[in-house]
């Protein structure tokens, strides 16, 4: 299990339209729902989840901590963006049970040397970010290692049902989907014959007394 990452967080009075004032005072609103009991409103730090979204914690188990209540174990589940800045506008939260199945998107991290990068000089292409699988809660990895030294050739393709998981982990994401793909190098344009003859040809001396 990856170490589990923290997010400090306090209750939120604030709703609404009301939010507006809590993101120009560098506060982000979500809410915790799940496990059967009454969702809790919360806010935390701007700058604390941009640090978190650095280092990929939304997406394993993050443990909220809260004064004067006990810490919650959780998942981010949604994240709302604005639509012309991209930040993270609101979160959403579910209460997980470190014994219990989650579904939970990875990340995917590819290591090792592709043979048709090295020897052919194709490039990796990568189609897919992150997969979705199911695991126990305390299972839960910040990514999943990728092993590309499989792709010896340039048209050579990985599929999601390519990828080693660890034990007990189930692949949600269709077995089909490409996550890379290995492209052929740029080859030089060709010279026309037109270009080829004016660049054989000099260039007529202008006659004295003319403009250059």
Do not use: W
């Amino acid at each position: 299990m990856a170490e589990q990452k923290e997010l400090v967080a306090t209750p939120r009075t604030i709703m609404g339209k009301a939010n507006k004032r809590l993101r120009r005072e560098g506060q982000i609103p979500g809410n915790i729902t799940g496990h059967n009991q009454e969702p809790l409103a919360i806010q935390f730090s701007a700058d604390a989840l941009e640090r978190l979204l650095r280092k990929g914690g939304t997406r394993s188990i993050l443990r909220l901590v809260m004064d004067g209540s006990p810490n919650l174990t959780v998942l981010v589940r949604h994240i709302q963006r604005g639509p012309a800045s991209g930040k993270p506008v609101h979160i959403d939260f579910t209460r997980v049970n470190m014994n219990e199945t989650v579904t939970a998107k990875l990340s995917l991290q590819f290591v090792g040397e592709a043979p048709a990068v090295k020897g052919a000089g194709g490039s990796i292409l990568q189609l897919l970010e992150t997969i979705e699988v199911e695991c126990m809660a305390s299972d839960i990895i910040d990514a999943i290692e990728v092993d590309i030294s499989s792709m010896v050739d340039l048209d050579s393709t990985m599929y999601a049902r390519d990828i080693k998981l660890p034990e007990n982990y189930k692949l949600l994401t269709p077995g089909d989907e490409q996550i890379a793909k290995v492209t052929a190098p740029r080859t030089a344009e060709p010279t026309t014959a037109a270009e080829t003859t004016a660049e054989a040809t000099p260039a007529t001396p202008a006659a004295e007394g003319s403009e250059a």
